[in-house]
T-cell receptor, first 111, second 112 residues
């Protein structure tokens, strides 16, 4: 069965520092992959998605993710963190008309 | 119109009440979803409607009853809920031929 693993339930970075949120999936066939962000008491907002083609995917708010089939990874990065990036981030993979979510990573930004 | 809307934003109900949650989208999406999300957890899939027909029921208790009256509207009827059903209920939709889901803002449900 498809599964998604997010390493680190909580990541804290300084404002202006690199953001790296890790995600690995388990599947013999590369699925569609997604990153969603959730601000407190709000729904999930799609940051970016990988379907086919270019392995480096650019999303909203300056985020990007790289699909690496050999490592079954889809890590999310942003070169310079902003205070407004503080939120919960979910990595997800499609599987049989469903989306399988990782457990989430809470990103905190230190002033 | 490029969004999924949900009403109400907040709902407080007793265990004997009957209430409904509403979800609407006008993007021509033909798949719609209900999720339940507890604090600090990822969303859990409850139901999937595809072309107005229920295609997935994740063994949800019968006190939750979904309804899809048309391609733009999805309801979740609630009856005799338990306090542990208190959660954020999220609706999502996806365009034909894709698995990309777009979420609404959610309804915060409290069962007393």
């Amino acid at each position: 069965a498809q599964s998604v693993t997010q390493l680190g339930s909580h990541v804290s970075v300084s404002e202006g520092a690199l953001v790296l949120l890790r995600c690995n999936y388990s599947s013999s066939v590369p699925p569609y992959l997604f990153w969603y962000v959730q601000y407190p008491n709000q729904g999930l907002q799609l940051l970016l998605k990988y379907t086919t083609g270019a392995t480096l995917v650019k999303g909203i708010n300056g985020f990007e993710a790289e699909f690496k089939k050999s490592e079954t990874s889809f890590h999310l990065t942003k070169p310079s963190a902003h205070m407004s990036d503080a939120a919960e981030y979910f990595c997800a993979a499609s599987s049989a008309s469903k989306i399988i979510f990782g457990s989430g990573t809470r990103l905190s930004i230190r002033p | 119109d490029t969004e999924v809307t949900q009403t109400p934003k907040h709902l407080v109900m007793g265990m004997t009440n009957k209430k409904s949650l509403k979800c609407e989208q006008h993007m021509g999406h033909r798949a719609m979803y209900w999720y339940k999300q507890k604090a600090k957890k990822p969303p859990e899939l409850m139901f999937v409607y595809s072309y107005e027909k229920l295609s997935i029921n994740e063994s949800v208790p019968s006190r939750f009853s979904p309804e899809c009256p048309n391609s733009s509207l999805l309801n979740l009827h609630l009856h005799a809920l338990q306090p542990e059903d208190s959660a954020l209920y999220l609706c999502a939709s996806s365009p034909p031929g894709t698995d990309t889901q777009y979420f609404g803002p959610g309804t915060r449900l409290t069962v007393l």
